[in-house]
């Protein structure tokens, strides 16, 4: 095993606990965004061409985009309750 | 089930099935020595065999050209199901009062980004289509290239065009986008079945390797493929947005 | 040392478990579930990989060299697409549950009995 592939190792291990732990689902969508990108050296490192391309479009712009979307919508849903609420 | 008898549950479970995972991938080969013969075998057959570079691409859509229908399907499936379960959503909401208040509530970006965003329209459409064209050569192909192709659309949306966005790429053209590349793909697969009587199988002159015509059909899988996903992912991210402008207007 | 990465592999599993199941945030739970998922990526990675070996693409190096393994590559890089369209669908549910029951959070979600 190279030294790279112990950093990449230990980073993703690191990476996915962050995801996990972050509270704020927000924030959870940029913590998401950078474990991707860690994923993307791991492939990178593993002699993965394909896939490291592969992780790094959908992690930098396929996923956040879909949640960042839903996220805005859920909470808009929650202000529109609290709006019919006070009147 | 209550959420600190759930989590005291997972306290014990957790590390019990670390460990049964740990004892199963024992027994899997030591990181760096393995013995599997397949792909030593693909390695060497598919360049002789497909005239492609990039083995990768040339077993998901050679040796595991089927299975790649599969996906495609799962892809197609669950773009469907977005589409459907959103779109009713939708019909609820049909208020249409405050449009000219939406029509202006992404227009707020700054000039430096709408700049930006021009640049990179076509800079995504380039690179998006060179690695959809370039799958059996270099690392890429449909799958990677397709959201490639997408995110350049999507840039529009950045400069604050979201109605402009939706004019360019209305929801009847992701659909067929969607729909097209599924087909080709099946179709192609149908032509295997027609001139070399196996459902998937290269019908195509092969061609010298390492150029951008070579590898028989692999550059029509993979740019079916890339029409696919290109739709499936335009087409999830304005069903989205979609739902998040129609509160916006119905918060207004 | 050569053990290492199926170690992360099960961490990951069993991390993004704790975050399904400790979730209070449905989109929190299909997050997480993509944690899950990439526990996955690193098992099939880590049994294709050969030392010293190198990348299966042999634009400028001969078809004879030793390369690493393309099949699991192949697995991983249609999965990671695909994925995250399947996440969309996840989290289309969770906008419809959210539209239903006025909270995310999957204990308010029991009135699905009645």
């Avoid at chain 2, 024992?26 to 598919?46: I, K, T």
């Avoid at chain 3, 042999?58 to 991983?76: G, K």
Wanted: glycine fraction near 10%; include cysteine; proline fraction near 4%.
């Amino acid at each position: 095993m190279t030294a790279l592939q112990l950093v990449a190792l230990v980073l993703t291990a690191l990476g996915g606990a962050a995801v996990v732990l972050t509270p704020d689902p927000l924030r959870q969508t940029l913590v998401l965004g950078i474990y991707g990108l860690v994923l993307t050296f791991l492939f990178f490192t593993f002699q993965a061409p394909d896939v490291a391309l592969s992780e790094i479009v959908v992690c930098t712009v396929g996923l956040p985009l879909i949640i960042l979307a839903a996220l805005r919508k859920i909470r808009r849903q929650d202000r529109g309750r609290e709006q019919d609420g006070e009147e | 089930m209550s959420r600190r008898f759930r989590l005291g549950l997972f306290a014990l479970a957790g590390p019990g099935l670390a460990v049964v995972l740990l004892l199963g991938m024992h027994g899997l080969p030591a990181f760096g020595h393995f013995r599997g013969l397949y792909g030593v075998l693909a390695n060497r057959l598919e360049p002789p065999l497909r005239h492609a570079t990039d083995i990768v691409t040339a077993l998901n859509f050679d040796l595991r050209a089927f299975d790649t229908l599969g996906e495609e399907f799962i892809l197609f499936g669950s773009v469907s199901g977005v589409a459907l379960l959103l779109r009713q959503l939708r019909d609820e909401h049909k208020d249409e009062r405050n449009r000219d208040v939406a029509d202006h509530r992404f227009a707020d970006a700054s000039d430096a980004l709408r700049v930006t965003s021009l640049i990179l329209i076509p800079l995504a459409f380039a690179l998006g289509a060179y690695v959809v064209v370039h799958g059996q050569l270099t690392p890429g192909g449909g799958f990677q290239g397709g959201v490639v192709l997408a995110a350049g659309p999507i840039a529009i949306l950045l400069a604050g065009r979201y109605f402009a966005l939706k004019a360019l790429a209305p929801a009847w053209a992701l659909e067929a986008l969607d729909s097209i590349g599924a087909g080709a793909y099946a179709l192609i697969g149908l032509g295997g079945l027609i001139f070399a009587s196996v459902y998937l199988q290269n019908f195509l002159p092969l061609g010298t390797p390492g150029k951008l015509l070579s590898a028989g059909t692999m550059p029509l899988n993979s740019l079916a493929v890339g029409i696919e996903v290109t739709g499936a992912f335009l087409l999830t991210w304005t069903e989205f947005l979609d739902q998040a402008l129609i509160v916006e207007r119905g918060a207004r | 040392m050569s053990f290492l990465p199926y170690v992360v592999a099960a961490w990951l599993f069993v991390v993004g478990l704790w975050g399904v199941v400790s979730s209070q945030n449905l989109v929190r739970t299909v997050l997480s579930l993509t944690v899950v998922q990439s526990s996955t990526y690193l098992v099939l990675l880590g049994v294709g990989y050969r030392s010293g070996a190198q990348a299966p693409i042999v634009a400028d190096i001969p078809a004879s060299s030793r390369l690493v393994d393309p099949v699991v590559q192949v697995l991983v890089l249609t999965d990671v697409v695909i994925e995250a369209t399947v996440t969309a669908l996840l989290l289309a549910l969770v906008v419809q549950a959210h539209k239903r029951f006025g909270s995310v959070d999957p204990a308010d979600l029991r009135t699905l009995r009645d």
